[in-house]
């Protein structure tokens, strides 16, 4: 239950967070016991505790909401700063699930994209080939060379994308300029990275979040539809990004964008009550 009781997100401007799929559940409380909550049991202790951060009980029983894994064709293609601001309407209406990952002091922006695959009823599913153009041996290849420039007594061999990252980064983590080299040869790995995959959703929208990571997350409003964004989402990153540029922090990729409908439950980071 407890993926539930924070907030975990996927993305997609229509589609909510986990606990608004959340229909019924049984809370176990310090105080009156355990408690069986929906709707039509106690629909105000059951809306706060559907997103209750572990501050009413203990979710010890969850029935959701789910659809059935369906196919999901993927397209991730780098942008730049400018193009996001001419597309980004577009982008958000027309995917079903989209991220941004902004890698910092560079114009690079990583747009990761997909949309169901429509199979004919009746007709065998024939996945699409992947349309990357390179080798995963050419995709790191930019982190490759850089890491034994920086550490050559580390060895690349069988390193994926996060744990190069992560090894060209403990170099010197504080250290401004080689965070911007670090950046830039991401940025190419991404660059090389583009092309399109198909496969069932939860393995298209399960992914390698890249090494450790120290996650922090901000939420705010950015208008109450696709058709109606305020486009806060775009100007908050601007200023991010140029507060990173004029007081030289040395900020790793990425930063990732997502996005989500409203929640119905009151204490989610994107309650839409009130």
Known sequence: GGFTQVGAHGTGAAIPPLDDTVVSMKLVTPGKGTLELSDAKDPETFRLARCGVGALGVASEITMQCVKAHLLLEHTWVTTHAEIELKHDDWLRDHQHIRYMWVPHTDVVVVVGSNPLVVPEGQPYVAPPP????TQEKKVEPMVTLLKELAPAIDPAGLGFGELRDALLAVAPLDLAH???VNAAEGEFWKRNAGTRCDWSDQILG?????EQHVYE????????VGTNTRADLRYMKELLAMIEEEGIPAPAPIEQRWSSGSGSPMSPVSNRG
């Not at 349309?131 to 390179?134: E, Q």
């Not at 901000?218 to 539809?225: H, L």
């Open 179 to 181: 965070v911007k080299r």
């Open 131 to 134: 349309t990357s153009v390179f």
């Open 218 to 225: 901000v939420a705010f409003r950015t208008g109450d539809s």
């Open 207 to 211: 992914f390698d979040c890249g090494g």
